[in-house]
């Protein structure tokens, strides 16, 4: 189970945190991160992060901007979200995935990220 919190709605140059409490077994072939979905547009993967936190990687378009952590003694999942701009609002779902591919197996319900 994946459940997100911390949506919201900012104005651009503004800063958001997103998190993501995830439940149940953790493969060592799964990792976490965040794909989002802009209006009318498709899904797009954001960040990754491996299962001991040291392999981190980003979109294009939010690097220097966005990080990515976890806490594996909380279970939690985060997305540090500074700068940010109109083109990144978006629907911003957590998701655990295959490592190798990062083809999501489990989401989250989705939270709502409204840049003004």
């Known amino acids: 189970q994946l459940v997100e919190s911390g949506g919201g709605s900012v104005q651009a140059g503004g800063s958001l945190r997103l998190s993501c409490a995830f439940s149940?077994?953790?493969?060592?072939?799964?990792?976490m991160g965040w794909f989002r979905q802009a209006p009318g547009k498709g899904l797009e993967r954001v960040s990754m992060?491996?299962?001991?936190?040291?392999?981190?990687n980003y979109v294009d378009s939010v690097k220097g901007r966005f990080t990515i952590s976890r806490d594996n003694r909380k279970d939690m999942v985060y997305l540090q979200m500074d700068s940010l701009e109109a083109e990144d609002t978006a629907v911003y779902y957590c998701?655990?995935?295959?490592?190798?591919?990062?083809?999501?197996?489990?989401w989250g319900h989705g939270t709502q990220v409204t840049v003004s």
């Open positions: 992060i491996s299962n001991d936190g040291g392999r981190t």
């Open positions: 149940g077994y953790t493969y060592s072939g799964h990792c």
């Open positions: 998701v655990r995935a295959w490592y190798s591919d990062y083809a999501p197996l489990y």
